[in-house]
Structure formats: C-alpha cells, structure tokens
C-alpha cells in the first residue's frame, strides 16, 4: 500500500489499568489519577510505535496507484477478508469480487494475491485508484508487552522532566528488550 489509514474500533480489554500502574509505581492516593491514566495512554503508544501495530481492533483503508499480483500491508491477524476495489474512469469504485484474490490471516506483512485472470489499469494515473479494506484484531495484550508498558509507565512517572541535575549517563530501556521479541518488521 502506497498509504492508508486506521482507526481503532476497541481496545483489548486486558490493557494497564489505572489501579495497576498505581500499585506499580507505588501510590495509592488519588490525586494523580487523570496524570497516571495519561501516562498509560502514552505507554500504549509508545509500545504499539516499538511493535509497529496497535493492540485492539481496527478498521484499515489503504490505497495504491499501481496493481501488482501481490499487495503487502502491514497488519497481521486479519479479522475478515478484505476488500478491494478500484476506481473506473468516471470516478467510481468498482467492488472486486472475493473469487479473484486471496489473502492471507496471519501472516504478516499481511498479502492479497490476485489471480491470474485479474488485470487492472489505472488510465486517469489516479494515487487512490485501488482502494483495499481491511480489519485486524489483537484481542489480547502479551504479559510481557503489559510489563513493558508498566515500565513505560514508571519511567515517565518518576522522570517528568527532559533534563537532569546529576551526572548524565544512559540506562538501556528494559521495556524495549520486553518488547522486541513481539515487534513486527517489515520492508513491504
């Protein structure tokens, strides 16, 4: 896909819970709760952009110019199968019937493999003439991706500001070790 876009439908259910990260970061007072429940919101996001996917179920459109007999995009766990159509010369889209590409569920880089009898032109050069929806789903977070983010979390907590006054080294993130071992690379 030459670009798309996504939007979160849910979030798993099983993601840090305001009284988790408290108990992780030993508080139990209430006056930080809205500034804590912002902090696992930055955590998700911050461990979804190390992973390269985000936990929840999406709805994904993407599009491209050129057809080729394989389409990559980058979701994996494919909750149905997409759907693909192109644009006519009038400016309208066309519906692909599901008999002439299949996909695959798990994989990722997630592909669409057309048959041999599909040959598609874009005559108007147009950057959205072949539209594809799909949606994907992760329903459940790893242990390890929540510890992550709870370190995420603990971290943001205690250092809120960008600068020290003590003598500045690094700390290898524990969180991203946690992490890779789930993180999706792709060069589709």
Request: hydrophobic residues 35%.
């Amino acid at each position: 896909m030459d670009f798309y876009s996504s939007s979160r439908i849910a979030n798993t259910s099983d993601w840090i819970t305001t009284d988790e990260a408290k108990d992780h970061i030993r508080i139990d007072f209430s006056t930080d709760d809205t500034y804590v429940d912002a902090l696992i919101d930055a955590a998700q996001e911050a461990c979804e952009q190390i992973l390269g996917f985000g936990f929840g179920t999406y709805n994904h459109v993407g599009y491209t110019d050129t057809f080729s007999r394989v389409l990559h995009f980058r979701q994996a766990n494919l909750t149905h199968l997409p759907t693909v159509q192109h644009k006519l010369e009038d400016g309208t889209y066309q519906t692909l019937d599901t008999s002439d590409y299949k996909s695959t569920s798990k994989a990722y880089p997630g592909q669409i493999v057309f048959a041999d009898s599909v040959h598609l032109n874009n005559v108007n050069n147009d950057p959205e003439w072949l539209q594809v929806s799909w949606s994907s789903s992760y329903t459940t977070t790893p242990k390890l991706v929540k510890q992550a983010g709870l370190m995420i979390v603990g971290h943001l907590y205690e250092m809120r500001q960008d600068v020290g006054y003590s003598r500045v080294f690094e700390v290898p993130m524990n969180s991203k070790y946690l992490l890779e071992k789930y993180r999706k690379q792709s060069f589709a």
